[in-house]
C-alpha cells in the first residue's frame, strides 16, 4: 500500500481485493482489459493492480501483457451485448499499433464476475433452473421466422413455455423439484425432429385449424433409449402451457425417487401406460381432441450452406463447427461476421453448428469470401459434416473417454480416405447419460473402460447402428462393445460403407415407389 501511494502520489491506499491466478496448461490469453473497468463499484475509479509471480515467468508459458502509454487513454468499460460481442481485442490491436508497442504474453484471469450473468441477461438469457431436477431450455426451430419450408415460427410459443417453466426467470417451485430432468420441444417444420424429448409439440392442422400434435416420453439416457410416442392428443395453441403443466405435476407428484436412474418421465409412463396416462391428463386438463397425425419429412434437413429465406432478398449460412468446439476468440469472430454481414444474431443448431441469417443478397459474395470461412466452412466434407460429440473427458466429470478430441481426429482422417456422397450421422458420448444422443446416430459410440492384452485400462466404445430420424424413426441397436479407440478408425469405416450401400438401396426402393405411386395418379 505504501508503495502504491508513493508511485500514485497518494496520501494513502485501500485494498480491494486480492486474489491469486492459476494458468492451467494451454490456457487461452485474457484479451486486452482495463481493470477498473470491471471493479465499477469503487468511487472514484483510481486503482492500482501490483502483479507478483509466485513461478519463473517466460515469454513462452505466459506472462502479463501492457500496451505503452494505455495509461492516458481513460477508462473504457466493457462493450457489447452476448449475441453480437463487440470485437474489443482487434480494435485493441489496431489501436495499440497506433499508441505503442505491446510486450509479453496474457494471463488467464479465472474471475467470474456479476459481469457476465449481467450481459446475459440483458441478452435475454437466463441461467435459472438450468440444471439439476428442473425442466431444461425449451428448444424449437433453428430457423424459427426465417424458414420458407415452416409452418409456425416456434418462438412466441418456446418463450412462452420458458417464461411458464421459469417464472419469467425467476424460478418456479411448482417445477423446481422434479424427479429428474425435463426437456420441453416445439417443431416448426415437418423436418424438424425432435424425438428425444419429454414432451413434443409438432404443429399439425386440424379442419383448417392450425394446433398441436403431443408426442410424449423421448429419453436417452444410461438405462433406456427410445424416442417419443405420441399421446393421441391434439392440443390448441393456447393451451400448451397448461396441458404441459398438468404432464409434469402428474409425474412430479407420482414419479420415481428412490431410485434415481428410473426417475425420468418415460419410465413413470412405460410404468402406468399410455392409454391410462391419457385418461388421468384428460381428468385434470379436460377432453383430449383425437391426434390427426404428424407427418415427418424423409429425415431432417440439412443446414449447410446459403439458403434463401421467406423474406425477399435475405439469406442464411449454416457453417459447419467441427465437434462444436468452440473458444472464446472464435465466439467474437462469428459474432463479427453476423454484424458485419447479417443482422447480429447467431443461431445454434442440435447438431453443434453455427447459423448466420439476414444476409443481403449483394453481401453473400463478401461473406463467402472471409477468412473464418476457412475455418469453419460452409460446405464440410461428408463425415466431418455428421459427427456430434459431448464434451468428454476434457471437461465433464462424468464422461470415460476423451470425445472431442479422437472424434475431430478420427473424422479428418475417415474424410481424407471416404468420399461419401452425403452427411452421415456419427454421434459420439463419453458415457451411457448419452449427452451426445449416441443412439440417435447412424452410428453411435458410448465410451467406456476395457483392458488392453496387458491388462491395463485404456479407452473404448461400445456402438450402436442404424439409429434414425425421420417417418421411420428409430434406436440404434448395440452391436459391439468396448472396442478400443485404436481399433475405432478401421472398423467405423467398415460400418460407414455398409451404411451407405444399405441408404443408397432405401433412397433407390423410396424413389420407385414415388414413381410408382404418380403412374397410379395418372391412371385414375
Same mark, same amino acid.
Given at each position: 500500500?505504501?508503495?502504491?501511494?508513493?508511485?500514485?502520489?497518494?496520501?494513502?491506499?485501500?485494498?480491494?481485493?486480492?486474489?491469486?491466478?492459476?494458468?492451467?496448461?494451454?490456457?487461452?490469453?485474457?484479451?486486452?482489459?482495463?481493470?477498473?473497468?470491471?471493479?465499477?463499484?469503487?468511487?472514484?475509479?483510481?486503482?492500482?493492480?501490483?502483479?507478483?509471480?509466485?513461478?519463473?515467468?517466460?515469454?513462452?508459458?505466459?506472462?502479463?501483457?501492457?500496451?505503452?502509454?494505455?495509461?492516458?487513454?481513460?477508462?473504457?468499460?466493457?462493450?457489447?451485448?452476448?449475441?453480437?460481442?463487440?470485437?474489443?481485442?482487434?480494435?485493441?490491436?489496431?489501436?495499440?499499433?497506433?499508441?505503442?508497442?505491446?510486450?509479453?504474453?496474457?494471463?488467464?484471469?479465472?474471475?467470474?464476475?456479476?459481469?457476465?450473468?449481467?450481459?446475459?441477461?440483458?441478452?435475454?438469457?437466463?441461467?435459472?433452473?438450468?440444471?439439476?431436477?428442473?425442466?431444461?431450455?425449451?428448444?424449437?426451430?433453428?430457423?424459427?421466422?426465417?424458414?420458407?419450408?415452416?409452418?409456425?415460427?416456434?418462438?412466441?410459443?418456446?418463450?412462452?413455455?420458458?417464461?411458464?417453466?421459469?417464472?419469467?426467470?425467476?424460478?418456479?417451485?411448482?417445477?423446481?423439484?422434479?424427479?429428474?430432468?425435463?426437456?420441453?420441444?416445439?417443431?416448426?417444420?415437418?423436418?424438424?425432429?425432435?424425438?428425444?424429448?419429454?414432451?413434443?409439440?409438432?404443429?399439425?392442422?386440424?379442419?383448417?385449424?392450425?394446433?398441436?400434435?403431443?408426442?410424449?416420453?423421448?429419453?436417452?439416457?444410461?438405462?433406456?433409449?427410445?424416442?417419443?410416442?405420441?399421446?393421441?392428443?391434439?392440443?390448441?395453441?393456447?393451451?400448451?402451457?397448461?396441458?404441459?403443466?398438468?404432464?409434469?405435476?402428474?409425474?412430479?407428484?407420482?414419479?420415481?425417487?428412490?431410485?434415481?436412474?428410473?426417475?425420468?418421465?418415460?419410465?413413470?409412463?412405460?410404468?402406468?401406460?399410455?392409454?391410462?396416462?391419457?385418461?388421468?391428463?384428460?381428468?385434470?386438463?379436460?377432453?383430449?381432441?383425437?391426434?390427426?397425425?404428424?407427418?415427418?419429412?424423409?429425415?431432417?434437413?440439412?443446414?449447410?450452406?446459403?439458403? =434463401?429465406? $421467406? !423474406?425477399?432478398?435475405?439469406?442464411? +449460412?449454416?457453417?459447419?463447427?467441427?465437434?462444436?468446439? #468452440? %473458444?472464446?476468440?472464435? /465466439?467474437?469472430?462469428?459474432?463479427?461476421?453476423?454484424?458485419?454481414?447479417?443482422?447480429?444474431?447467431?443461431?445454434?443448431?442440435?447438431?453443434?453448428?453455427?447459423?448466420?441469417?439476414?444476409? =443481403?443478397? $449483394? !453481401?453473400?459474395?463478401?461473406?463467402? +469470401?472471409?477468412?473464418?470461412?476457412?475455418?469453419?466452412? #460452409? %460446405?464440410?466434407?461428408? /463425415?466431418?459434416?455428421?459427427?456430434?460429440?459431448?464434451?468428454?473427458?476434457?471437461?465433464?466429470?462424468?464422461?470415460?473417454?476423451?470425445?472431442?478430441?479422437?472424434?475431430?481426429?478420427?473424422?479428418?482422417?475417415?474424410?481424407?480416405?471416404?468420399?461419401?456422397?452425403?452427411?452421415?450421422?456419427?454421434?459420439?458420448?463419453?458415457?451411457?447419460?448419452?449427452?451426445?444422443?449416441?443412439?440417435?446416430?447412424?452410428?453411435?459410440?458410448?465410451?467406456?473402460?476395457?483392458?488392453?492384452?496387458?491388462?491395463?485400462?485404456?479407452?473404448?466404445?461400445?456402438?450402436?447402428?442404424?439409429?434414425?430420424?425421420?417417418?421411420?424413426?428409430?434406436?440404434?441397436?448395440?452391436?459391439?462393445?468396448?472396442?478400443?479407440?485404436?481399433?475405432?478408425?478401421?472398423?467405423?469405416?467398415?460400418?460407414?460403407?455398409?451404411?451407405?450401400?444399405?441408404?443408397?438401396?432405401?433412397?433407390?426402393?423410396?424413389?420407385?415407389?414415388?414413381?410408382?405411386?404418380?403412374?397410379?395418379?395418372?391412371?385414375?
Amino acid at each position: 500500500g505504501e508503495s502504491c501511494s508513493k508511485l500514485m502520489n497518494w496520501k494513502g491506499a485501500k485494498l480491494i481485493q486480492d486474489n491469486v491466478l492459476w494458468k492451467p496448461p494451454g490456457g487461452k490469453t485474457l484479451g486486452y482489459h482495463q481493470d477498473a473497468a470491471y471493479d465499477d463499484w469503487i468511487i472514484p475509479q483510481t486503482m492500482m493492480t501490483c502483479w507478483i509471480s509466485l513461478d519463473d515467468t517466460s515469454r513462452e508459458k505466459g506472462t502479463l501483457e501492457y500496451v505503452k502509454g494505455s495509461h492516458k487513454w481513460g477508462l473504457n468499460p466493457p462493450k457489447g451485448k452476448f449475441h453480437s460481442p463487440y470485437n474489443y481485442k482487434n480494435e485493441l490491436n489496431k489501436f495499440a499499433k497506433k499508441k505503442g508497442t505491446i510486450e509479453g504474453k496474457g494471463i488467464l484471469n479465472n474471475r467470474i464476475s456479476e459481469h457476465i450473468l449481467s450481459a446475459l441477461k440483458d441478452a435475454g438469457i437466463e441461467t435459472i433452473q438450468s440444471g439439476f431436477d428442473n425442466p431444461r431450455n425449451v428448444t424449437g426451430n433453428p430457423l424459427a421466422g426465417i424458414d420458407p419450408k415452416e409452418i409456425i415460427d416456434t418462438r412466441p410459443y418456446t418463450l412462452e413455455l420458458e417464461n411458464y417453466l421459469t417464472k419469467n426467470g425467476e424460478g418456479n417451485p411448482e417445477f423446481s423439484n422434479l424427479p429428474r430432468k425435463w426437456n420441453t420441444a416445439v417443431a416448426g417444420s415437418h423436418d424438424n425432429f425432435l424425438l428425444h424429448n419429454d414432451i413434443i409439440f409438432h404443429p399439425v392442422i386440424k379442419e383448417g385449424e392450425l394446433g398441436f400434435s403431443v408426442w410424449v416420453g423421448g429419453i436417452l439416457s444410461s438405462q433406456l433409449n427410445d424416442y417419443a410416442i405420441p399421446l393421441n392428443a391434439w392440443v390448441k395453441p393456447q393451451d400448451i402451457c397448461h396441458f404441459t403443466g398438468v404432464v409434469i405435476s402428474s409425474w412430479r407428484d407420482d414419479g420415481e425417487r428412490y431410485k434415481r436412474p428410473k426417475g425420468r418421465f418415460r419410465f413413470y409412463l412405460n410404468k402406468v401406460g399410455v392409454e391410462n396416462f391419457r385418461n388421468h391428463v384428460q381428468e385434470k386438463f379436460g377432453r383430449l381432441i383425437p391426434d390427426p397425425g404428424s407427418i415427418f419429412s424423409q429425415k431432417p434437413r440439412s443446414f449447410f450452406g446459403i439458403h =434463401p429465406q $421467406k !423474406q425477399l432478398g435475405l439469406n442464411y +449460412a449454416g457453417i459447419h463447427i467441427p465437434v462444436g468446439r #468452440l %473458444s472464446a476468440e472464435e /465466439i467474437q469472430d462469428l459474432a463479427s461476421i453476423s454484424a458485419t454481414y447479417g443482422s447480429s444474431e447467431v443461431r445454434l443448431t442440435e447438431d453443434q453448428n453455427v447459423i448466420i441469417i439476414n444476409i =443481403p443478397d $449483394k !453481401q453473400i459474395d463478401s461473406f463467402k +469470401a472471409d477468412p473464418l470461412l476457412k475455418k469453419f466452412p #460452409l %460446405s464440410p466434407k461428408t /463425415i466431418a459434416a455428421g459427427t456430434v460429440s459431448c464434451t468428454g473427458n476434457s471437461y465433464c466429470s462424468f464422461a470415460l473417454t476423451n470425445t472431442k478430441d479422437q472424434a475431430l481426429k478420427i473424422s479428418k482422417e475417415l474424410d481424407s480416405e471416404i468420399d461419401l456422397p452425403e452427411e452421415l450421422k456419427i454421434h459420439w458420448t463419453g458415457c451411457p447419460n448419452s449427452c451426445g444422443q449416441a443412439y440417435m446416430g447412424a452410428i453411435g459410440l458410448t465410451g467406456t473402460k476395457a483392458r488392453n492384452d496387458d491388462g491395463k485400462m485404456i479407452e473404448a466404445y461400445d456402438i450402436s447402428i442404424g439409429g434414425e430420424q425421420g417417418p421411420n424413426q428409430k434406436i440404434g441397436e448395440l452391436k459391439h462393445k468396448s472396442v478400443p479407440t485404436a481399433e475405432l478408425k478401421n472398423l467405423l469405416k467398415k460400418f460407414q460403407r455398409d451404411l451407405h450401400e444399405k441408404e443408397s438401396f432405401k433412397k433407390d426402393k423410396f424413389l420407385e415407389i414415388k414413381a410408382q405411386e404418380k403412374e397410379e395418379r395418372k391412371e385414375k
